[in-house]
């Protein structure tokens, strides 16, 4: 293996961070004059469009949100609201505690180091000057190439970044948007951090990978629309 390909939040991030996200946006509704409750449920409602990108970088996507909870902010909310997103980011964006040493490990071990997240405008426009920047060699972010996981594109750009092909790529991420179902896809090997240790951060993924209670041949029939595949392959087929 020569590479190690990382998610983001709830994989290097601390996924206790993920429980300050909401009250985070409360502080962004306020500045921006909108009643908390719509606003998070608006930021909620847009997840899908506003991870690839549809309304553009953070002051025009809360200008964009605003207007979904029925305001019209001036341009000093605007900018007071995005000075507080960011801000609340960085604290969701904490890292994990000891990730930054497995990252130091990694490349003093030779490998390269890639990162595939599912993620807003505030993450690409404060990259720079996070922790994690000088230690990934190719971070690919859905909301500047306009798509999400499980998209092929996205692990196909992440291997041309670091020049390893997806087979020398291990994947390592919590099983949200689907990730594993990609990275398989891709060729990559996987590896699930299951957050064990934070029993509340299973609720913070969108789009998980599917799983099934027990071996039944309920959950087996129901797998395949789980996993989305034709009706016409079913899993004797496969």
């Not at 970088?57 to 909310?77: F, K, M, W």
């Amino acid at each position: 293996m020569r590479a190690v390909v990382f998610d983001f939040f709830g994989t290097l991030t601390d996924p206790a961070a993920e429980a300050l996200r909401g009250p985070s946006f409360g502080v962004t509704a306020a500045a921006l004059g909108v009643p908390a409750d719509d606003f998070r449920a608006a930021m909620s409602g847009t997840f899908p469009q506003r991870i690839v990108g549809a309304f553009g970088d953070t002051r025009a996507t809360l200008r964009e949100v605003a207007g979904l909870c029925g305001a019209d902010p001036s341009p000093a909310q605007l900018d007071a609201a995005a000075a507080a997103h960011h801000e609340g980011a960085v604290a969701v964006r904490r890292p994990r505690p000891g990730a930054l040493a497995v990252l130091d490990r990694l490349r003093a071990a030779g490998l390269r180091l890639g990162l595939i997240s599912d993620c807003s405008s505030e993450l690409v426009e404060a990259w720079p000057t996070t922790d994690f920047a000088a230690r990934i060699d190719a971070p690919v972010f859905s909301w500047q190439e306009g798509h999400r996981k499980p998209d092929p594109r996205l692990y196909a750009a992440v291997g041309t970044r670091l020049g390893v092909a997806p087979a020398d790529c291990w994947y390592v991420g919590d099983g949200g948007g689907r990730e594993f179902q990609g990275a398989l896809a891709a060729g990559m090997r996987p590896i699930l951090v299951t957050n064990e240790a934070y029993p509340a951060a299973a609720a913070h993924r969108a789009d998980p990978d599917p799983t099934i209670p027990d071996l039944s041949v309920k959950d087996l029939i129901e797998l395949p629309v789980l996993l989305a595949i034709p009706p016409q392959i079913s899993m004797k087929q496969r």
